[in-house]
Nanobody, 121 residues
């Protein structure tokens, strides 16, 4: 069984910074594509930042230059550093990963439960 868990959602002011984390745990042979998505109220879920299978990074135009995706393969963790935060980015942020659980096995898609950014008190 594989689980993804996001963390780091919290309070952030316009222009501020926040870093999200996503850790994969369980029976993992290899992790391939890694993607951050978000769902803004009233909108469909959209991809925000991604590592491709080749290791390149891609960003949706609205966050390019402000967000940065990174990974720590040894910890099965990826990050989303968000700077120059804009209120229109408010929503639930999800991580998604393609994971092989065994050598030669199929790549399976897993999702985390999501983390709210920012958190409203």
């Amino acid at each position: 069984q594989v689980q993804l868990m996001e963390s780091g959602g919290g309070l952030v002011q316009a222009g501020g910074s926040l870093r999200l984390s996503c850790t994969a745990s369980g029976s993992i042979f290899s992790i391939n594509a890694l993607v951050w998505y978000r769902q803004i109220p009233g909108n469909q879920r959209e991809w925000v930042a991604a590592f491709t299978c080749g290791g390149a990074t891609n960003y949706v135009a609205t966050v390019k230059g402000r967000f940065a995706i990174s990974r720590d393969s040894a910890q099965n963790t990826m990050y989303l550093q968000m700077k120059s935060w804009r209120p229109e980015g408010t929503g639930i942020y999800y991580c998604n990963a393609e994971i092989r659980t065994t050598a030669g096995g199929r790549k399976l898609s897993f999702w985390g439960p999501g983390t709210q950014v920012p958190v409203f008190l």
